[in-house]
């Protein structure tokens, strides 16, 4: 996957890698030095910021930006996002479920070119029982 695109596959990047392809919850960078240095202790903060970086600019992963953090989702498909008002998951969102609005009117002569979708409320799990 990244060896391809010119990124030479260290552990520590095979592991940052592997996180990721196994990630749903959107984690931050943190949360990705966290997980690696579990299995790989000697993995640097610069070694994760720096690949996600790459892998970023790579367009293998795209940043999500919620509640003043930066997180990181290995889906690049079109997509958008629920975030849970009371425990802060993100979930993906199906593109096509979300009404368009890429045609909505906008004062001159704008172009839209994309658009990201941010669903708020409460998931299932935080919902109160009924």
Known sequence: ???ARGLKMTPQRRLIVEYLRGAVNHPTADEV?????EQLPITSRATVYNTLNWLK??????EVFEAGNVRFDPNTTNHH?????????????????????????????QEIESYDVTLRGLCAACQPVA
Do not use: E, K, Q, Y
């Open 1 to 3: 996957m990244t060896r």
């Open 33 to 37: 030095f966290s997980a690696v240095n």
């Open 57 to 62: 600019a790579a367009g293998m992963i795209r």
């Open 81 to 109: 996002h629920f975030v849970c008002r009371a425990c802060g998951r993100i979930d993906d969102v199906d593109f096509d479920s979300v009404g368009d609005v890429a045609f909505c009117a906008l004062p001159g002569r």
